[in-house]
Nanobody, 125 residues
Framework: QVQLVESGGGLVQAGGSLRLSCVAS????????MAWFRQAPGKEREFVSG????????DYDRSVKGRFTISRDNGKNTLYLQMNSLEPEDTAVYYC??????????????????WGQGTQVTVSS
């Protein structure tokens, strides 16, 4: 099990940028496939982006592809999500998620065992 703490959310105008961070503790991040999910009010949690343990494989939901970039620094036990050209539709609580013992876990939320508490991102029009 790993403990995950997200930060970096906030209020931003449409077209702006935010960088989310997810710091892991309890275990070395390099042993986990990681991902970002989000959940807007009244909607189901959805996959945003995933990254393999070594960072070589990344994937994005088509709604964020070309605007968001996922990355990780295993030496700092930290996962990142750089979000550019934000849109009001990106408003949600953003969660990081971890899955041990696999190279890459993909998009289903059921594939992930450990979750952070979430950070709110609000994009105003």
């Amino acid at each position: 099990q790993v403990q995950l703490v997200e930060s970096g959310g906030g209020l931003v105008q449409a077209g702006g940028s935010l960088r989310l961070s997810c710091v892991a503790s309890g275990r070395t991040l390099s042993t986990f496939a990681m991902a970002w999910f989000r959940q807007a009010p009244g909607k189901e949690r959805e996959f945003v982006s995933g990254i393999s343990r070594n960072g070589e494989t990344t994937d994005y939901d088509r709604s964020v592809k070309g605007r968001f970039t996922i990355s990780r620094d295993n030496g700092k036990n930290t996962l990142y999500l750089q979000m550019n050209s934000l849109e009001p539709e990106d408003t949600a609580v953003y969660y990081c998620a971890a899955r041990a013992s696999v190279k890459y876990a993909g998009w289903p939320s059921e594939n992930y065992n450990d979750w952070g508490q979430g950070t709110q991102v609000t994009v105003s029009s």
